[in-house]
């Protein structure tokens, strides 16, 4: 069991609950206590404003003008230069923090999981594995600042990711590649596209998503959430 000092790497706030593990530059974890309290409610993010973490350590910072996740040095926060302000994150770490926040405000850690973990591995997308109760979120290196833009991006992806895929670990379905992965996937698809963050996901967002995901959906399911993406795909 790992529960260490978070020394001030963590995000503010509702990590109380969670023990906290920094395993390398790749990594970030969570283990949920099995006695923890049912987290803070989430807020309702619709009016939302933009978010700002520090670019060297991941720690959420504020909000700002606009949907966008961005990256910023604490000087120039404290400063309020938000202009000096980058898309991507300095490095995995960074990145897996930023996951974590989202994951942990929005409460989208599956309630039954005994931990979560975020890392960065050489994929492409994003994946989620499992083990003894603990769901990993993989992830492409660079995702945020590429093919997720702003929260809702990252809320979005979480609620494929753990949301669906998780969830279907830990009830112990077996995922089965050419047998039974288009289930999977359209389960995961239905889960993001069902979802409130969807509305708000950036455009870049969905044409990725049509991309990948669309072949997964009915007929009826692509022309309601994806039709008006098809031109820009
Ligand atoms: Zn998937």
């Known amino acids: 069991m790992f529960f260490i000092d978070p020394d001030g790497m963590a995000p503010i706030g509702s990590l109380a609950s969670y023990g906290f593990k920094d395993f390398s530059d790749s990594f970030a974890e969570v283990e949920r206590r099995e006695e923890s309290e049912s987290s803070e409610s989430s807020e309702n993010s619709e009016n939302d404003p933009p978010d700002y973490f520090d670019k060297d350590t991941g720690e959420y910072l504020g909000k700002g003008d606009t949907d966008e996740i961005r990256f910023i040095s604490k000087k120039d926060w404290n400063d309020g230069k938000l202009q000096n302000y980058s898309r991507s994150p300095n490095n995995s770490k960074v990145e897996a923090m ?15 999981a005994k931990g979560a973990m975020f890392c960065c591995k050489n994929i492409n997308g994003w994946s989620t594995s499992h083990q003894d109760g603990i769901l990993t979120f993989n992830f492409e290196r660079n995702s945020i600042g590429l093919g997720v833009l702003n929260r809702f991006d990252a809320i979005n992806v979480l609620v494929h990711e753990f949301g669906s895929h998780g969830i279907d670990h830990l009830n112990g379905i077996e995922y089965i590649r050419g047998v039974n992965d ?13 979802h409130w963050s969807w509305h708000d996901t950036s455009k870049t967002y969905k044409i990725d ?9 009915t007929k009826p399911e692509i022309k309601n959430f994806y039709k008006k993406y098809e031109a820009d795909k």
């Open 98 to 112: 930023i996951y974590l926040y989202y994951a942990e405000k929005y409460d989208l850690i599956p309630q039954n």
């Open 182 to 194: 288009h289930l999977w996937e359209y389960r995961a698809t239905r889960a993001e596209i069902n």
């Open 209 to 217: 998503s049509y991309k990948y995901y669309g072949r997964y959906l």
